[in-house]
């Protein structure tokens, strides 16, 4: 099975900050690699699918990149409504692991 | 308005069985794969099983002989029967569309699931 990380585990950042979270893969995975942001109290919402593409209604501050074993989410401007969790998640085959989370906290 | 809205959780002793539901809305769901996903309390989120339109299933390792996945099309309904349940089994259990490798879009509110003597 693919084992997920992401780092950092917990990001402080300002409003208008750039922010890159990293997804590693334990092994080399397609293209199925998927980003969710999670707000309290509030079920998943998924950002990006396909590695780079964005679901739709998603703002274009958000952009996803990588291929083989390394992934990145990049808010390109941080705003009030991005402070939150995100996940990663590997779609190729089951399990469809998540990776352990990035919390987005204000600074 | 696509919608998926779980229920059947509650507090439940260890060992004990409860089965969740999940009615879907507003889309094929008979045509769609289906997952259940949990969190645990303050954690991450952990997949559980998925199930396509014909019926085939899979589990994660940590539930597989104990919970079961299954599904009414003709009720747009999904299910999660959960039997011997373990202290680690506490959280929120979500529902899911499943639209392949462009992610899980659609989910629902949670159910929670309480596992305490």
């Known amino acids: 099975d693919i084992q997920l990380t992401q780092s950092p585990s917990f990001l402080s950042a300002s409003v208008g900050d750039r922010v890159t979270i990293t997804c590693r893969a334990s092994?080399?995975?397609?293209?199925?690699l998927a980003w969710y942001q999670q707000k309290p109290g509030k079920a998943p919402k998924v950002l990006i699918y396909?590695?780079?593409i964005l679901q739709s209604g998603v703002p274009s501050r958000f952009t996803g990149r990588g291929s083989g074993t390394e992934f990145t989410l990049t808010i390109s401007s941080l705003q009030p409504e991005d402070f939150a969790t995100y996940y990663c998640?590997?779609?190729?085959?089951?399990?469809?692991?998540f990776g352990p989370g990035t919390t987005v906290d204000i600074k | 308005e696509v919608q998926l809205v779980e229920s059947g959780g509650g507090l439940v002793q260890p060992g004990g069985s409860l089965r969740l539901s999940c009615v879907a809305s507003?889309?094929?769901?008979?045509?769609?794969?289906m997952d259940w996903v949990r969190q645990a309390p303050g954690k991450g989120l952990e997949w559980l099983s998925y199930?396509?339109?014909?019926?085939?299933?899979y589990y994660a390792d940590s539930v597989r002989g104990r919970f079961t996945i299954s599904r009414d099309n003709g009720k747009n309904s999904l299910y999660l029967q959960m039997n011997n349940l373990r202290l680690e089994d506490t959280g929120i259990y979500y529902c899911?569309?499943?639209?392949?490798?462009?992610?899980?879009?659609?989910w629902g509110q949670g159910t929670l699931v309480t596992v305490s003597s």
């Open positions: 899911a569309k499943d639209e392949g490798t462009s992610g899980f879009d659609v």
């Open positions: 507003g889309f094929s769901f008979s045509t769609n794969s």
């Open positions: 199930i396509t339109g014909s019926s085939t299933k």
């Open positions: 092994q080399g995975s397609s293209n199925s």
């Open positions: 396909g590695v780079s």
């Open positions: 998640q590997y779609l190729d085959t089951w399990p469809f692991t």
